[in-house]
């Protein structure tokens, strides 16, 4: 079965940026759509962004015009860049298969806090 390793987070300011790295294991990656999702402290776990294995993208409204999924499917890795971010961006950040997710990895912190 495929795994996933987050990394990238950390603590930024308001209206800052950070790039957020997931690294996947398995030999069909490329036939999945994949995801990022976050779960705020007391939230419920949320998918902001997933990119199909066609290119297709699709966005929360919380993060339209801020995030940008892509993926590398020779290397298998999805990233996400997060531009302008806010406060209530706070959360671990999960990646994952965007349909039916499986297991989850350890996820990223980001912190967004003055």
């Known amino acids: 079965q495929v795994q996933f390793v987050e990394s990238g987070g950390g603590l930024v300011q308001p209206g800052g940026s950070l790039r957020l790295s997931c690294a996947a294991s398995g030999n069909t990656f490329r036939l999945y759509a994949m995801g990022w999702y976050r779960q705020a402290p007391g939230k419920q776990r949320e998918l902001v962004a997933s990119i199909s294995s066609g290119g297709r993208l699709i966005y929360a409204d919380t993060v339209k015009g801020r995030f940008t999924i892509s993926r590398d499917n020779a290397k298998r890795t999805v990233s996400l860049q997060m531009n302008s971010l806010k406060p209530e961006d706070t959360a671990v950040y999960y990646c994952?298969?965007?349909?039916?997710?499986?297991?989850w990895g350890q996820g990223t912190q980001v912190t967004v806090s003055s």
């Open positions: 994952n298969r965007a349909n039916v997710p499986v297991e």
